[in-house]
């Protein structure tokens, strides 16, 4: 296609022009099979992975279709090894597959792939997980999830079709009426989880902040009706979900309990935070609350915020395979490379929508971004040329310049529902100092965070600092400008996060500020950060502190 905005490259990276007619339209195709690298203004860059083909294919996308749509829209013809490239990964997806029960589990291949099922289970990390016997490879019960990991760093991903146990029964009804009903990509997020034949499957399901993950949630525990466990990233997350529980469902309240540092209530509908189940006494010890996941007969395990799952959370879920399990999160970007682990414990992605899908039909707020770029001070710039990496970062991000335009934008947005939200405890201390803004960060009492959050949203105050501790699971529907003045490097994931924080459904645009310091190292991370972003379909617009003051 001469006039294309898409140039695939031999390297498997495609190149797509921003500015051109056709790129949403392809943008939205491309990211369902490939992962954003680079987002500079003009051309942004895609890379086909492993998982990113995986996650096509296991959603029931075939590589002919993918091949289709790139010979469409290709400016240059397709590259033949990039064609080979995406149609052997795909098909790699299913040749290994778990069938039978929960209890009596059997390694599969498909029709021709015998010989290659033979050579794998006789692999020194395969052989120990199976037994043969009967002309069947058996699985033991709680290596299945070890197995699947295994399989797919040998480059061969499981579809685990082993079913589940079923879990004690928990009627769950919720509350449908006039105040309150399932927007209809929240009824088809959880009706593609149950499945075609109304069991139930497991796997993650995208969803922008904002837009109701949640509820989602709460429908496929009210199609399943089981008992459920429910692991969130902290405590006001906990009663976040408590609250909504007991607002939009028929659960009697009575059944439903916070396992937490400041409770351990062990209820038919558990709601349990990463922190107490990775909680030891220290290093050489055992994790204390690892029998949480089987204090219950739970039908779902439900894992908020999955893109933060710690690394012991990782490995009971190798044990608890059996267990219909559900991920929620906004990004499946994970920095520390564990991707594979989520897709092959938890399961695969089985829905995602683009934000600026939701944005147009009103079911988040409409952001605009802005990175305002700052001039570092003189008497800074020898610390800075002189320190590490780290160290210049660091400086880079708490440059005091910055003060003065978190004045100029309070006072420019004064009537606005604001929030300032950073990295570094001593730089937000001397904002809160200056600005006389009640703060929120780590050693922030619990019960002293609800009360500044409850203040806010009933409009005592309008300006609130938080530390990284906002990144995720706070909900306050009318915040509509955000102030980033420092960030995790260059962590996507945190950059999706804070913009969610702004994007409950409102009649204004949310505007979203981070305020960068010119030339060093901090703007090459922000470049890095606006990557997920951009992937979404948002724009930075670039202003010099210079001429915004």
């Not at 405890?425 to 904002?431: R, Y």
């Amino acid at each position: 296609m001469e006039n294309s905005p898409l140039i695939i490259q031999s390297d498997g990276t495609f190149l797509l022009f921003v500015e051109h007619p056709l790129h949403e339209e392809i943008r939205d195709e491309l990211s369902s099979f490939a992962e954003l690298i680079k987002s500079p203004e003009h051309i942004h860059t895609y890379r086909i992975t492993n998982i990113s083909l995986w996650n096509a294919a296991s959603s029931g996308r075939k590589y002919r279709d993918i091949l289709e749509f790139l010979n469409k829209y290709s400016k240059y013809s397709v590259p033949q090894n990039i064609a080979r490239v995406i149609k052997d990964t795909m098909k790699k997806y299913g040749i290994f597959f778990l069938s039978g029960t929960p209890s009596e589990t059997v390694l599969c291949a498909g029709e021709g792939y015998k010989s290659l099922l033979e050579r794998v289970i006789s692999n020194k990390d395969i052989s120990p997980l199976v037994s043969a016997g009967h002309d069947r490879i058996m699985v033991n019960p709680y290596k299945r999830g070890i197995l699947k990991q295994r399989l797919i760093e040998l480059g061969y991903p499981v579809e685990d079709k082993a079913g589940y146990i079923d879990g004690d029964p928990l009627p769950v009804r919720l509350k449908y009426g006039p105040g309150f009903s399932l927007r209809p990509y929240q009824k088809e997020a959880a009706e593609i989880f149950f499945g075609k034949n109304n069991t139930g499957q497991s796997g993650v399901i995208c969803l922008p902040c904002g837009s109701g993950k949640t509820i989602v949630g709460l429908r496929i525990m009210e199609l399943l009706s089981t008992k459920t466990l429910i692991l969130v990233a902290n405590i006001i997350a906990a009663r976040q979900w408590i609250n909504e529980l007991i607002q939009k469902s028929h659960v009697n309240p009575e059944d439903i309990g916070e396992f937490s540092g400041e409770r351990k209530e062990i209820k038919p509908v558990t709601i349990a935070t990463y922190q107490i189940l990775t909680y030891r006494k220290d290093r050489n010890s055992p994790f204390v609350h690892f029998d949480l996941f089987s204090r219950q007969n739970w039908g779902l395990i439900i894992y908020d915020e999955v893109h933060l799952l710690p690394a012991p959370v990782f490995q009971i879920t190798a044990l608890v395979q059996a267990k219909r399990r559900l991920g929620l999160t906004a990004t499946l970007v994970r920095e520390d490379g564990k991707e594979k682990d989520v897709f092959s414990l938890i399961g695969p992605k089985k829905y995602d929508v683009p934000w600026k899908t939701l944005e147009k039909i009103k079911f988040i707020a409409r952001a605009v971004c802005y990175e305002i770029r700052i001039e570092l001070p003189e008497d800074l710039n020898l610390d800075y040329l002189t320190a590490t990496r780290r160290q210049a970062f660091r400086i880079a991000s708490e440059n005091p310049e910055k003060l003065k335009f978190i004045s100029r934008l309070l006072e420019k947005y004064k009537s606005s529902r604001i929030i300032i939200i950073g990295q570094y405890i001593n730089q937000l201390n001397k904002i809160q100092k200056i600005f006389n803004i009640p703060l929120i960060k780590g050693s922030t009492p619990n019960s002293e965070r609800e009360r500044i959050y409850n203040d806010f949203r009933n409009g005592r105050f309008n300006i609130l600092i938080l530390s990284k501790v906002g990144n995720v699971a706070v909900d306050i529907p009318d915040a509509n400008v955000l102030i980033q003045v420092s960030g995790s490097f260059g962590s996507r994931q945190e950059e999706a996060q804070r913009l969610g924080r702004i994007l409950r459904p409102k009649d204004e645009n949310a505007l979203f500020f981070s305020l960068v310091s010119k030339g060093t190292h901090e703007q090459e991370f922000a470049m890095n950060r606006q990557i997920f972003l951009a992937e979404q379909g948002y724009s930075y617009q670039i202003i010099d502190g210079i001429q915004f003051l």
